[in-house]
C-alpha cells in the first residue's frame, strides 16, 4: 500500500494562477480531507468528502474548490492564486465504517508559495 | 471558540525527563487522535482513545471522558521525539476532526 500521496510536493505559483493539487488513497477510505497548515496555527480544514461525488466545506474553504469523481482520489483547485493562500497543504483519509476510531492517514504535504 | 485545547504550547525538556502534554476539549466526543509531525515532516498517528489508556513503546496515551481530558506522556524522553504532537476530536454526528493548536516538544541531549 502506498497509504496516501499528494501531488506535487513543491510548488510555486505568480498571483492570479491557477493550479491543482492531487491526493490519491489506496485504503478504499470513504472520508478524504484537505488541511492547510500555517506557522502558529493548527490544521485548518478546508473541505471534505464523505464518499465518491460528494464535497462539503470545512473551515476556511474561500479561494478553493474541490472534485471526488473517484472514490480513490480528491483534488484541491486554486482558481486564481493569492499570497494568503501560500502554506502547506495535507490531504487525509480515514475509514468511514469505524465511528472516527480508526488511523487517520496523512500525505506527506505540499508546500505551495504565491508569491 | 476553539473546541480543542492543548498545553503546553511549548515544551523543552532534558533527555530522559518525563513528558506530559495535555488536551481539554468541550463537547462530547466518539474519538481523541494523538499525532506526530517532525520538524519539516509529515503528520503521523500514534493514537486512538474512545476510552481508558493506550501504550506503545514509550508513549502512553490516557483519557477521561467525564472530565474531557486526554494526556500524552513520554517517558525517557530522547532527543528523537522532538516534533508538535497534535491532539484531534471528533464529535459525534460530524464527519470531520477538531484539531488542538500543537505542542512543540524540543528534548535536549
Known amino acids: 500500500n502506498a497509504g496516501v500521496t499528494q501531488t506535487p510536493k513543491f510548488r510555486v505559483l505568480k498571483t492570479g494562477q491557477s493550479m491543482t493539487l492531487l491526493c490519491a488513497q489506496d485504503?478504499?477510505?470513504?472520508?478524504m480531507y484537505w488541511y492547510r497548515q500555517d506557522p502558529g496555527m493548527g490544521l485548518r480544514l478546508i473541505h471534505y468528502s464523505v464518499g465518491e461525488g460528494t464535497t462539503a466545506k470545512g473551515e476556511v474553504p474561500d479561494g478553493y474548490n474541490v472534485s471526488r469523481l473517484k472514490k480513490q482520489n480528491f483534488l484541491l483547485g486554486l482558481e486564481s492564486a493569492a499570497p494568503s493562500q501560500t502554506s502547506v497543504y495535507f490531504c487525509?483519509?480515514?475509514?468511514?465504517?469505524?465511528?472516527?476510531?480508526?488511523?487517520?492517514?496523512f500525505g506527506p504535504g505540499t508546500r505551495l508559495t504565491v508569491l | 471558540k476553539n473546541e480543542v485545547e492543548q498545553s503546553p504550547q511549548n515544551l523543552t525538556a532534558q533527555e530522559g525527563e518525563f513528558i506530559t502534554i495535555n488536551c481539554s476539549y468541550s463537547?462530547?466526543?466518539?474519538?481523541l487522535h494523538w499525532l506526530q509531525q517532525h520538524p519539516g515532516g509529515g503528520i503521523v498517528s500514534l493514537f486512538m482513545l474512545s476510552s481508558g489508556k493506550k501504550k506503545h513503546g514509550r508513549l502512553i496515551a490516557t483519557i477521561n471522558i467525564q472530565e474531557k481530558h486526554s494526556s500524552l506522556h513520554i517517558t525517557a524522553s530522547h532527543p528523537r521525539d522532538s516534533a508538535v504532537y497534535i491532539c484531534a476530536v471528533h464529535l459525534y454526528n460530524f464527519n470531520k476532526f477538531y484539531f488542538g493548536s500543537g505542542t512543540k516538544l524540543n528534548v535536549k541531549p
Open positions: 487525509a483519509s480515514i475509514n468511514s465504517g469505524t465511528s472516527f476510531r480508526d488511523t487517520q492517514y
Open positions: 463537547v462530547g466526543i466518539s474519538a
Open positions: 485504503m478504499n477510505h470513504e472520508y
